[in-house]
């Protein structure tokens, strides 16, 4: 080894230097391939659906996790993805549209949800009591929440969904993030389903 030193002109210490600054070069791209694995798989978590193609709704049957009887008069539609407004990059949400007997109380609404979310979970969903223009609601809703351009806008329909919009249910409100929940069509949290 020492006429390799002598060979080269380089001495010990150089060489050893060389070694250190490569494997701390070696252990950084680790570290960063790894973290950006971690971010990637951290995404897919939020990230519930693919890309659509288009700004449409994109149709979706999903089984129920569990065999739960429903209350009589309730209808499943299909779901729908739309891009997620408030978060950066493309993330997308897939909802599932409810529709419900008319002249729900509150705490049927309440009960009702509990049993959604126990035959989907972790699904975020909209209820109405009424289905007659909620292809135009959902169209609405894709648009206002375009990031793309692409979805065509379609008049709001302020009056029906005043009367039918009852609520959602989702992982968001005005007061908690983050724990899965029945809220009004504003917003505001009304009852936890957790």
């Not at 060489?15 to 791209?29: D, E, G, Q, S, Y």
């Not at 693919?50 to 299909?78: C, D, F, N, W, Y």
């Not at 997308?92 to 509990?114: A, C, E, H, N």
Request: aromatic fraction near 10%; include cysteine.
């Amino acid at each position: 080894m020492r006429n390799y030193y002598r060979r080269t002109g380089q001495t010990e210490g150089l060489l050893r230097v060389k070694f250190v600054r490569r494997t701390a070069l070696l252990l950084i791209w680790v570290l960063a391939a790894f973290s950006s694995m971690l971010l990637a798989s951290c995404r897919a978590e939020v990230t519930p659906a693919a890309k659509p193609s288009s700004a449409e709704p994109v149709s979706r049957v999903v089984s129920p996790k569990k065999a739960v009887t429903l209350p009589a008069g309730v209808e499943i539609l299909e779901d729908y993805t739309r891009n997620n407004l408030f978060e950066t990059g493309d993330v997308y949400w897939v909802w599932k549209v409810v529709i419900v007997p008319k002249g729900l109380s509150r705490s049927q609404l309440i009960d009702f949800s509990r049993q959604l979310f126990a035959a989907y979970p972790e699904k975020r969903m909209r209820i109405f009591d009424d289905k007659a223009q909620v292809a135009q609601w959902v169209q609405r809703d894709v648009y206002l929440n375009d990031k793309s351009g692409k979805a065509r806008e379609v008049a709001f329909p302020e009056d029906w969904a005043r009367e039918h919009h009852l609520g959602n249910i989702h992982e968001r409100s005005d007061s908690a993030v983050g724990r899965w929940q029945v809220v009004s069509r504003f917003g505001e949290h009304i009852a936890f389903l957790e």
